[in-house]
């Protein structure tokens, strides 16, 4: 498998991963063992915006302020400029950081993908294809994120939904049993919920159920009018 072919490849992996709710958390993760894996490099991770922009010393602002990468940098030569990033890049045996500033689909540039390696400089076709890689990850993770905010809304309106129909069934019930209207019926469930500190829904879903058998609130006894 050609080089463009195995790049392809990693994108369709990633798009399969970003449609899994389940796999979708771990897209930034696979990018970085994809590209680790098809630059040969020793390693690589990626800084989101936010931690980026507050770390001091750090490579990850000037990338992501000037949205400009930052090739095959030796980092031997990098100690005055950043210098906990360094010392802990050289600590973990890389010599070399290509650096790239990962856009979402609006282009704005959202992270900062870090590329490591030891004495080999990459060509700027793998860089080409690297940013490629991470620009369609941070689409990608935006379209999940998307998707399951609409996935959740659509939940709660399903559950509200349900929760309403059974409320409707329940007052229709009790209306029946007790020969009230429906009002009637539905302060009588409201009134046990509150009394009993539970959801109307699950009350109203036991009375559903017959599980639960309530009736009209006693009325307060009368006195009995003074003798004359």
Do not use: Y
Request: aromatic residues 2%.
């Amino acid at each position: 498998m050609d080089p463009e072919q195995q790049w392809m490849r990693s994108a369709l992996g990633l798009a399969v991963a970003a449609a899994d709710e389940a796999r979708s958390p771990s897209l930034v993760r696979q990018l970085c063992q994809d590209c680790t894996a098809l630059l040969r490099l020793s390693g690589a991770c990626v800084t989101p915006a936010d931690d980026a922009g507050t770390l001091q010393g750090e490579p990850g602002p000037e990338c992501l302020r000037e949205d400009r990468a930052l090739l095959n940098i030796d980092l031997r030569q990098q100690a005055a400029r950043w210098p906990r990033f360094t010392g802990r890049a050289l600590a973990d045996g890389h010599t070399v950081v290509t650096l790239l500033p990962l856009h979402d689909s609006t282009g704005r540039p959202r992270a900062v993908l870090q590329l490591f390696g030891r004495d080999r400089e990459l060509s700027p076709a793998e860089t080409d294809s690297a940013q490629w890689l991470g620009d369609l990850t941070m689409v990608l993770r935006d379209q999940s994120d998307e998707l399951r905010g609409h996935r959740e809304t659509a939940g709660q309106l399903s559950r509200a939904l349900n929760s309403r129909v059974v409320i409707e069934q329940a007052k229709g019930m009790l209306a029946e049993r007790l020969g009230t209207g429906t009002g009637e019926a539905f302060g009588v469930l409201r009134g046990h919920a509150r009394s009993n500190r539970l959801k109307l829904a699950d009350v109203a879903g036991a009375v559903v159920a017959r599980e639960l058998r309530i009736g009209a609130p006693r009325s307060a006894p009368q006195s009995a009018p003074p003798s004359g």
